[in-house]
């Protein structure tokens, strides 16, 4: 049988309650159509998926189309496990194109991104094994190489929140490619062809050596986003509009990123989020869940300072600066005069702070309008209440 041509929005609309009405029948959380590259030694390894449309929570009509499509094209879809991934071929696609029919008469800019897919992909010759699709329906750990790259997109699109997916054991299904501009060669291959290919000029010129590749390999930023070097922003980063990553020491890792605009001239390391208005400057490091937090994931404030070459490993405020080069820490002792103390209590009444001179770090993570400084006599590490906001110089975003 086949999805004979539906030939209104109506008609459309009956089949999809249709299938959703199909015993066994589970709707994903998220879906989406990839090219993928393969092993050029072996053809059955994916080691990248290129999603051109990502759907998370969201057009679930869409996903019914495409599990029929395949379950006509003779492909059982399998609901019992947390994600499902089939290779499509043609007659997947003429069956959704039959379905999606009262649409393909729309133009380009009007149709739907899903009926865009489906009808490129009507328009290439021989799809063979090159396209995949994948179904998510629980956000379990990733057991795929198309399920981590479509979680990893549903972050930088921002369409799920940072630390807002699973990712456990991505590093493991992720394979270790050389990234040549977007494509990804096996080491192995490489290994083998080197003396023939070096001897013939066409060793390829690499580009890094990694499991994930760059997040402009990907993602389109919003006009307003700058980055300068390609390398300092992994795939999976999440950079919101504005924001601007210099050259130099500055990184972004995957699950990790930006909530406005933010000046990146350091390092935002995995699971850390810096809040709108904030500045990394050069040099600085904002440490992960697995560099030195105890596990304890970071977020900095709005409109806060961290000055170049300091370290920060506690979650900050609104308003707050860490001076250059200081390091502040759970365990770092920090000492705050009375008259100080009373202010910062001003600027975050719910805190409940006590009576003292000397804190931990961890005692006044969170805390607004602190400025973290070094005495230069003493080395003491003290606490002040923020005198400034920090803000951008928007003429530079």
Not at 28 to 53: S, T
Not at 289 to 304: F, M, R, Y
Request: a negative charge; one cysteine or more.
């Amino acid at each position: 049988m086949a999805i004979e041509t539906i030939t209104s929005v109506e008609k459309f609309k009956e089949l999809i309650e249709e299938i959703k009405g199909t015993e066994g029948y589970r709707e994903p959380i998220a879906f989406g159509i990839a090219r993928v590259d393969r092993g050029q030694k072996n053809a059955e390894k994916v080691l990248q998926a290129n999603y051109a449309v990502v759907n998370w929570e969201e057009n679930y009509g869409s996903a019914a189309i495409f599990i029929k499509a395949l379950q006509e094209a003779k492909c059982q879809v399998d609901f019992s496990g947390s994600e499902f991934v089939a290779t499509i071929n043609d007659n997947f696609v003429q069956n959704a194109m039959a379905a999606f029919a009262p649409y393909l008469t729309e133009a380009t800019g009007d149709m739907h991104r899903n009926v865009q897919v489906i009808k490129i992909l009507s328009n290439m010759e021989d799809i063979g094994k090159d396209f995949r699709i994948t179904f998510l329906f629980e956000d379990s750990n990733p057991e795929s190489v198309e399920a981590v790259y479509l979680k990893l997109y549903a972050l930088s699109l921002s369409k799920a929140p940072l630390r807002g997916v699973n990712l456990n054991g991505a590093f493991g299904i992720l394979s270790n490619v050389a990234w040549v501009r977007n494509t990804p060669f096996e080491l192995e291959y490489l290994r083998e062809n080197e003396i023939e290919m070096k001897l013939t000029g066409t060793f390829p010129t690499i580009d890094s050596v990694d499991k994930f590749p760059r997040y402009l390999q990907h993602i389109i930023p919003a006009d307003n986003t700058r980055i300068l070097e390609a390398s300092r922003v992994r795939m999976g980063a999440q950079l919101a509009a504005g924001t601007t990553v210099m050259p130099g020491a500055s990184y972004i890792n995957f699950n990790a990123g930006t909530l406005g605009p933010v000046m990146v001239e350091g390092r935002i390391s995995s699971s850390a989020i810096v809040g709108s208005g904030s500045d990394v400057g050069g040099g600085a490091s904002i440490l992960g869940v697995l560099s030195g937090t105890d596990g304890n994931p970071i977020s900095i404030g709005e409109n806060t300072l961290l000055g170049a070459n300091s370290v920060t490993g506690l979650p900050l405020g609104d308003g707050c600066i860490v001076d250059a080069g200081v390091t502040i820490l759970a365990g770092t002792k920090v000492g705050i005069a009375p008259e100080e103390l009373e202010k910062i209590k001003a600027a975050n009444p719910d805190a409940d702070l006590e009576n003292k001179l000397v804190f931990k770090g961890s005692e006044l993570q969170g805390l607004d309008g602190i400025h973290y400084r070094q005495d230069s006599i003493t080395g003491e590490i003290i606490a002040l209440r923020s005198t400034r906001e920090v803000k951008l110089n928007e003429d530079l975003h």
